[in-house]
């Protein structure tokens, strides 16, 4: 049975389940290196963080710390970026973990809100590249691919095409001569990505074409021709993440994507000893890393409906199907040719383009995914957009290696359905026929004869719009800021917190029957503004326990 998420105190006993959820999200449009001579990466990182925090409606002081991924830059590129934001002395760690830098780093600030200790963290990542592939750049110390390369060499050779392509080429021949699978499995793929990419004007490349020009383009190792590869890329990618009480707090319900797991996973023993080339490539890290997350999660990958994975070569994107468990091995063929890899089919993967059109600024890769994954569970997607998507899966490698795996959801679902969502809805011109209509009368008579003072611990202006069953709202503004205080119905004063609550649910919050924290975090109760005044309303129920007695024995 899935587990249950709750949220309870530690004095109790219980382990302290804190969700995470990506409340905003942004990027630049993905662009070939040095298009703009006079744009360099903390530009791109800068556009990307303003539109998170716009989608996020999160503002920038709110952030408590800062995770950055890149791969190419000195150390504390990461603070150059956010200073172009702001400067507000929070801390910031900078991430470099090959291609997979970017959901590393998006891993990293996921931990740092488990933990705890902080309610809302900005991750982010850029990349400004140089033309042409990927090439080592120290050359006066051990390569980190070093074993991978010798590996590769005792089993194929190496020759003078660039060392990744060697590397999935290799991996899409093993693959052939185990399944049998054919060029065309590898062309189809980059044709369909291509055509996803038509529709993403933050793609690099938004041409579509036939098979058979995939297929002509101009080779680059084995069955690999060059429309089956990623380019290198300008451009960056943020989110922003942060705990359930955040969320609720500020309103972010409705948009709020939780990452409901996430898996990082390195190279294993089977990576060199087994002499494999799709494990060379990270066949075996990705598929433990897939199997921990749907074993953790209580999914399973027919569940998913939509797919961002690292689509760096064709031949990644295939077997990668495999080690992901979207087909059985073997079998990515079979999945390609029915279709089951795009719109209509059983899975749509990589709506965005995937690297091979959309881009790949290393980075800011799995910042991508993630925002296209969350665009998708919104209904935000435009004509890329999913029928039914509900689960989105994730996947970003880096040679090296690592791998993050990561499963998301509408973290609110009830919200997009409009639960007690009260912008839309038309406030009744009279209390007439609302439950809690007698009890703001009787509140108010027990405000004009308090004589123990008690208005003094609650001192503001509360809005409360209140939702009955059949969808009418009504409004209703107590002011409790200066002498006794006074209730109005349909009041025009600016409240400093509005609280939103079904009429049901507030009759019992005035009376002291529902504690108004245990409300908040049940769902109950939705809060806007200053949510310290709202708890104080928590506090007046204990000091006033006596007279929330007497106004229950009235009712």
Same mark, same amino acid.
């Given at each position: ?69 890149? *791969?190419? &830059?000195?150390? !504390?590129?990461? %603070?150059? =970026?956010?200073?172009?934001? /702001?400067?507000?002395?929070?801390? +910031? ?126 080779? *680059?190792? &084995?069955?690999? !021709?060059?429309? %089956?590869? =990623?380019?290198?890329?300008? /451009?960056?990618?943020?989110?922003? +993440? ?314």
């Amino acid at each position: 049975m899935p587990v249950k998420r709750v949220i309870v105190s530690l004095t109790f006993g219980f382990k302290m389940v804190i969700r995470v959820f990506v409340v905003g999200v942004g990027m630049t449009k993905f662009e070939k290196p040095g298009r703009r001579e006079d744009v360099d990466y903390p530009d791109y990182a800068k556009e990307a963080i303003l539109k998170a925090l716009e989608d996020s409606k999160v503002k920038f002081t709110d952030i408590k710390q800062a995770c950055v991924g890149y *791969v190419y &830059g000195d150390s !504390t590129c990461g %603070q150059r =970026c956010l200073y172009e934001v /702001g400067m507000t002395g929070i801390p +910031v760690y900078n991430v470099n973990n090959n291609c997979s830098t970017g959901s590393s780093a998006l891993m990293l600030a996921k931990q740092l809100i488990e933990n705890g200790q902080n309610d809302c963290i900005l991750a982010f990542g850029f990349e400004k590249m140089e033309r042409g592939s990927l090439s080592p750049k120290f050359m006066d110390r051990t390569n980190p691919m070093e074993k991978h390369v010798e590996i590769m060499a005792e089993m194929s050779g190496i020759d003078h095409t660039p060392m990744t392509a060697q590397m999935f080429g290799n991996a899409a021949k093993e693959h052939m001569e185990r399944y049998g699978t054919r060029p065309d499995h590898l062309a189809k793929i980059a044709y369909k990505n291509h055509k996803h990419s038509i529709n993403n004007p933050n793609s690099q490349f938004r041409t579509e074409y036939t098979l058979e020009e995939i297929k002509k383009s101009p080779v *680059v190792f &084995g069955p690999l !021709t060059k429309l %089956q590869c =990623c380019p290198t890329s300008d /451009g960056a990618a943020a989110a922003i +993440v942060a705990s359930e009480q955040f969320v609720r707090m500020h309103g972010l319900e409705k948009q709020a994507v939780e990452i409901v797991g996430m898996e990082m996973a390195t190279d294993l023993p089977s990576t060199f000893k087994d002499k494999s080339a799709m494990k060379l490539v990270g066949y075996d890290m990705t598929k433990l890393a897939a199997d921990r997350l749907f074993s953790k999660t209580h999914y399973k990958p027919s569940d998913v409906q939509v797919v961002e994975l690292h689509d760096c070569f064709s031949a990644n994107e295939l077997i990668t199907y495999e080690a992901l468990g979207l087909c059985a091995p073997g079998k990515a063929g079979e999945l390609i040719d029915t279709g089951n890899n795009t719109y209509g089919g059983k899975y749509v993967i990589n709506p965005s383009g995937g690297l091979i059109s959309k881009g790949h600024p290393l980075g800011a890769t799995g910042f991508a995914q993630c925002a296209e994954l969350c665009w998708q569970l919104r209904g935000q997607a435009d004509q890329r957009q999913v029928p039914g998507a509900r689960l989105a899966l994730q996947h970003n490698i880096g040679l090296g290696g690592a791998v993050v795996v990561a499963l998301y959801r509408l973290g609110f679902p009830e919200y997009s359905k409009n639960s007690i969502n009260v912008r839309a809805a038309k406030i009744c011109a009279t209390d007439e026929g609302f439950k809690v209509t007698p009890y703001m009368k009787i509140l108010y008579e027990q405000m004009e004869g308090d004589t123990e003072n008690l208005i003094e611990k609650v001192r503001g202006v509360y809005g409360f719009k209140v939702k009955k069953s059949n969808g009418d709202e009504g409004y209703w503004v107590i002011n409790a800021k200066s002498g006794k205080g006074t209730i109005e119905y349909n009041g025009k004063l600016k409240p400093d917190v509005t609280i939103i609550v079904n009429d049901d649910d507030i009759i019992q919050l005035i009376s002291g029957a529902l504690n108004p924290q245990k409300a908040f975090f049940q769902g109950k109760i939705k809060i806007q503004g200053n949510m310290g005044l709202a708890l104080k309303l928590a506090d007046l129920q204990r000091v006033a326990s006596k007279r929330i007695e007497e106004l229950r024995a009235k009712l």
